[in-house]
């Protein structure tokens, strides 16, 4: 069974930090790019960060460089979102996403990230 679980998500106040997890099963994790979404109430869905399946490269919402860092570990599974120096703005629910382009595409449940004073 496919399965991608995201975790770490909650409530921070401004300047706060938080990791995710997404710890995947079910298929070739190392063969996949990972992603990372979000979708805030009344906007659109948009692309956080980005990793490559080795992990050689990413890239990131103009939003959010400098401030979150995606990383990989294909022995556990599981790909990364570190977040700090959290904005209001960043409050959204996030979404892990698996790529392997021309082939498949999976989806995570998503965790909310809440970021209030």
């Known amino acids: 069974q496919v399965q991608l679980v995201e975790s770490g998500g909650g409530l921070v106040q401004p300047g706060g930090s938080l990791r995710l997890s997404c710890a995947a099963s079910?298929?070739?994790?190392?063969?996949?790019?990972m992603n990372w979404y979000r979708q805030a109430p009344g906007k659109e869905r948009e692309l956080v960060a980005g990793?490559?399946?080795?992990?050689?490269?990413?890239n990131y919402a103009d939003s959010v460089k400098g401030r979150f860092t995606v990383s990989r570990d294909n022995a556990k599974s599981t790909v990364y979102l570190q977040m700090n120096s959290l904005k209001p703005e960043d409050t959204a629910v996030y979404f892990c996403?698996?790529?392997?382009?021309?082939?498949?595409?999976?989806w995570g449940q998503g965790t909310q990230v809440t970021v209030s004073s």
């Open positions: 079910g298929f070739t994790f190392s063969s996949y790019a």
């Open positions: 990793i490559t399946k080795t992990g050689s490269s990413t």
């Open positions: 996403n698996a790529d392997r382009r021309g082939y498949r595409n999976y």
